[in-house]
């Protein structure tokens, strides 16, 4: 069984429209973040959650909103998407700050 | 703030070679750190973790060092082989749970 995953790998849409990336982890873990990684390779933290509690939000647009259904889900939601937002992005799980994070296959999202 | 720097940004070794990758980060106090291996277009793929208390981690032909007073972390490959070919990341742990990290190096094995 994948520890984490994400749905879809690929999503190419036009710009105004809102998708959603789904991310589930089967790991028991307490937190979960959602990265973001450039055309350049770079790897930022946009959001991180803790039983449920948004701990981190780094300077992302309001336009993106993460939402957690229970501790096994973060799912990323995205309001009028713009051709900037197309990028990797990638689910992750940790138990806490000590120990590994395990990450997802990522989400290739392309905005025409 | 928190940044990491990894150098080289990209590295061409002939198979067999032993090879040092690094890693710098400019705020001493992290949780740990930890070395990525990310394959094109794929995820990310963790391979070592040191804990802030350790100075080395090793797995197989990897081996991970850590030296938190300077701020540096070195990621050694012995006797590397094409499936080595991959992007090598290296990220601390640091602040509220936030991972940070460094901009990649592309490792090549040449046949």
């Known amino acids: 069984d994948t520890a984490v995953s994400q749905t879809p790998k690929y999503l190419v849409t036009q710009m105004g429209n809102d998708k959603s990336i789904k991310c589930e982890q089967n790991l028991g873990h307490d937190t979960m973040y959602w990265y973001k990684q450039d055309s350049k390779k770079f790897l930022k933290i946009m959001f991180s959650?803790?039983?449920?509690?948004?701990?981190i939000n780094e300077t992302v647009p309001n336009r993106f909103s993460p939402k957690s259904p229970d501790k096994a889900h973060l799912n990323l939601h995205i309001n009028s998407l713009e051709l900037g937002d197309s990028a990797v992005y990638f689910c992750a799980s940790s138990p806490g700050q000590t120990v590994e994070a395990f990450f997802g296959q990522g989400t290739r999202l392309t905005v025409v | 703030k928190q940044e990491v720097t990894q150098i080289p940004a990209a590295l061409s070794v002939p198979e067999g070679e032993n090879l040092v990758l690094n890693c710098s980060f400019t705020d001493s106090a992290i949780y740990n750190l930890q070395w990525f291996r990310q394959d094109p277009g794929k995820g990310l793929t963790s391979l070592l973790l040191i804990q802030s208390s350790q100075r080395e981690q090793t797995s197989g032909r990897l081996n991970a060092s850590l030296d938190k007073s300077s701020g540096r972390s070195t990621l050694y490959i012995a006797a590397s082989q094409p499936g080595d070919s991959a992007t090598y990341l290296c990220?601390?742990?640091?602040?509220?749970?936030?991972?940070?990290f460094g901009t990649g190096t592309r490792l090549t094995v040449i046949p």
């Open positions: 959650y803790n039983n449920k509690e948004l701990i």
């Open positions: 990220a601390v742990t640091a602040g509220a749970n936030n991972l940070f």
